[in-house]
């Protein structure tokens, strides 16, 4: 008897426990959501048609990314030129840069006849962007979108249209929304792109009717080079070129996303190209900052069509440099 009362009291005891939990932490259908999240909710559910409480169910059990929230408090793009460029213009992206141009030469030279962007370029940015597919992040899509947006103070707005992208993609991929990777800002795939570029420029390039940016080379390739054309890149014409600037530094127009004068007009501000390009090409002015003091450039429709894809002078002239770097091993004898 005395036994069965010891078996029943820690039954009860681990019954109680067990309510005690469940009434801590309630199923997701019975956890509120925040006011922004809830109107995030209303908006999928009015706008898309997706069904409300399987998002209230979703976005329940989403906490935010202290991970996250690190990351983008401090990324590398914001470090001075000169401890930026050895980053990713290193021995490493060079060398395995050769080889994955080596392995889809075909391919390259298609997308370069194609679209136009030098097969440099593109493997260029390949390499910044994953090392050629070998680092594609290790933060939950879902999670870092979801505390850039409803808990960062840095673009949320931004980061709101691109979770509403991404649970669009991962309908029209059939994706499950909780199984995709990516970098701490969104970024999916070999190359990176954020949600909403995925579902605008990313292309079927090997033709088998779906868009796969983590093991098909070809969509990689041809989805970067489509990418570029669509912001402008112009063939034949200069990337940047070395620049002197003879006045007040902190009187240097601020970079914008467009260049702001021609190289004419440039000159007559006292700034001089330092290689000869045509007086009528528009052209921003920067600086990059090394070791020993500033160095200023002029930077052409190319290098904002690359700034496109990253709004990071450090990043653009890093794709410049790789490339660079990549052609001449390339081209050097066996």
């Known amino acids: 008897m005395a036994a069965r009362r010891l078996a029943a009291i820690l039954m009860g005891a681990a019954l109680a426990a067990?309510?005690?939990l469940h009434a801590q932490t309630p199923p997701p259908e019975f956890r509120p959501l925040s006011e922004p999240v809830q109107r995030f909710v209303d908006y999928m559910a009015a706008?898309?048609?997706?069904?409300?409480?399987?998002l209230h169910d979703l976005f329940a059990q989403l906490k935010p990314s202290a991970g996250v929230q690190k990351a983008i408090a401090a990324p590398?793009?914001?470090?001075?030129w000169h401890e930026f460029r050895p980053l990713f213009v290193d021995r490493?992206?060079?060398d395995n840069g050769v080889k994955f141009w080596d392995a889809h030469a075909p391919l390259l030279a298609r997308a370069q006849e194609e679209f136009?962007?030098?097969?440099?370029?593109?493997?260029?940015?390949?390499?910044?962007?994953t090392r050629y597919?070998?680092?594609?992040?290790?933060?939950?899509?879902?999670d870092a979108l979801h505390t850039?947006?409803?808990?960062?103070?840095?673009?949320?707005?931004f980061f709101r249209s691109e979770l509403e992208h991404f649970l669009l993609l991962t309908r029209e991929q059939r994706w499950s929304a909780t199984d995709i990777k990516g970098s701490y800002a969104g970024a999916m795939g070999w190359p990176q792109f954020m949600p909403s570029s995925y579902r605008r420029y990313s292309i079927d390039y090997d033709g088998d009717g779906r868009v796969d940016l983590w093991s098909s080379a070809a969509d990689v390739v041809g989805s970067v080079a489509s990418y570029?054309?669509?912001?402008?890149?112009?063939?034949g014409e200069p990337f940047a070129v070395r620049a002197r600037f003879d006045g007040d530094p902190e009187q240097m127009p601020a970079l914008g996303t467009e260049p702001a004068f021609n190289v004419g007009q440039w000159r007559m501000r006292g700034v001089q190209a330092a290689d000869d390009v045509p007086a009528q090409l528009d052209a921003g002015l920067f600086r990059l900052d090394l070791a020993d003091g500033p160095e200023y450039w002029l930077g052409f429709g190319n290098f904002y069509a690359v700034l496109h894809y990253n709004r990071s002078r450090h990043y653009a002239m890093a794709v410049w440099e790789l490339a660079q770097e990549i052609s001449a091993a390339r081209e050097q004898p066996l």
Do not use: D, K
């Open 18 to 20: 067990s309510l005690v």
């Open 47 to 54: 706008t898309h048609a997706f069904e409300r409480s399987a």
């Open 76 to 80: 590398s793009t914001a470090r001075p």
């Open 92 to 94: 490493s992206r060079i």
């Open 116 to 129: 136009g962007i030098p097969a440099a370029v593109i493997v260029a940015i390949v390499g910044v962007e």
């Open 133 to 142: 597919g070998r680092v594609t992040g290790s933060f939950r899509t879902l």
């Open 148 to 157: 850039l947006a409803f808990e960062g103070t840095n673009r949320p707005e």
């Open 228 to 235: 570029l054309a669509q912001f402008g890149w112009r063939v």
